[in-house]
């Protein structure tokens, strides 16, 4: 299959795209590289544009079978100070990006979503029917966007899967592509810079919450196993399944504190740390249940917190050692 990669020089989407070309489909990025990097799509075909430039995006999808969909801001904090620009790029953009493609002719859509649609859940592990209460505008945004792949279902036979994905983190295996995010909010890469001595400190946002040692728990998934499960989801919808929504996560959690334990024992290197206030809108625990992508895709989030640690690390040191021409940058 030729699949359209929107946001496909990102993080997650480039992995995923060298997942495709792996199980020997086309993969086409397409990418503004506002956010995402050239040198992560390295040998893939690249298209640089807008998603809400119909004419340039029509171009791009002639010949495509199907599309997947991460082009988006996913900043947290970002949205709750900007809402206006995570709804017009999140949901007005991306609903011009989706006309387009529905003006195409292409019918079947794999979406990036986010845990963040449920908000803090009453309940764990997190089904996918638990109520979606987000409370970002980032959660939000990515929920409209689902509600809307729901009403194009129903009125225009489009086929699609929104993937719900807790903590990604890890970087490929092959040394190919990593975590590169300006700024960077995620811990396991803010941790690893510390041991690199890019950071002076590793500050911890809360650790006060009811959970065993008084930080936040959440569930952390490997970006080489969300890429599988994105190749697997295409393979899905070819062959005429159909579900909504699914899960992506390990199906259990680490805390704050024990992931700064494996980043510790993996890099042999003490990290200083300092304690901060929580952040809002942190829940003490986010914990998928995964049985139901495990069920029909036959998907299982296979490696290890220390393997997701190990090559991260190992691309942090790629970053470091690298000549400045080829480096991972972070501009």
């Known amino acids: 299959m030729r699949v359209l990669v929107t946001g496909g020089a990102g993080y997650v989407g480039s992995h995923a795209a060298r997942e495709l070309v792996r199980r020997g489909h086309q993969a086409v ?3 503004n590289l506002s956010t995402g990097h050239r040198f992560l799509v390295n040998g893939l075909e690249l298209i640089v544009g807008e998603i809400a430039d119909r004419k340039k995006l029509a171009s791009a999808l002639r010949g495509a079978d199907a599309v997947m969909h991460f082009a988006a801001r996913a900043y947290v904090g970002e949205s709750a100070a900007s809402p206006r620009q995570y709804f017009q790029t999140n949901v007005q953009h991306a609903l ?24 803090v859940p009453a309940i764990l592990p997190i089904r996918e029917d638990t109520a979606r209460e987000p409370v970002s505008p980032y959660g939000a945004s ?4 689902e509600h809307a792949l729901d009403a194009y279902a129903r009125a225009y036979g489009l086929r699609s899967l929104s993937l719900r994905y807790f903590n990604a983190a890890g970087a490929d295996e092959d040394g190919e592509t990593g975590e590169v995010h300006v700024p960077e909010t995620h811990l396991i890469p803010l941790a ?89 809108g942190d829940p003490p625990v986010l914990v998928a249940d995964p049985s139901r992508a495990q069920q029909l895709l ?3 989030a296979s490696r290890s917190l220390e393997q997701m640690v190990e090559s991260a690390w190992r691309w942090t040191q790629k970053a470091a050692s690298s000549d400045p021409a080829s480096a991972p940058r972070h501009d």
Request: proline share 5%; net charge neutral.
């Open 96 to 119: 011009c990006m989706l006309d387009t493609m529905l003006d195409s002719g292409v019918r079947k859509f794999v979406f990036s979503s986010t845990c963040a649609v449920y908000g």
């Open 29 to 31: 990025i397409y990418d």
């Open 142 to 145: 990515k929920l409209f966007f």
């Open 192 to 280: 690893l810079q510390t041991a690199a001595g890019a950071r002076t400190e590793v500050e911890v946002y809360g650790d006060d919450y009811p959970t065993p040692d008084g930080t936040c728990i959440r569930d952390y998934v490997h970006v080489s196993d969300l890429a599988e499960a994105h190749a697997l989801a295409l393979h899905y919808l070819d062959a005429g399944g159909d579900c909504p929504a699914l899960n992506l996560g390990a199906g259990h959690g680490y805390s704050v504190n024990e992931v700064l334990a494996v980043v510790e024992r993996v890099t042999q290197r003490k990290l200083p740390r300092k304690s901060g206030p929580r952040r809002p």
């Open 298 to 300: 036959r998907w299982r």
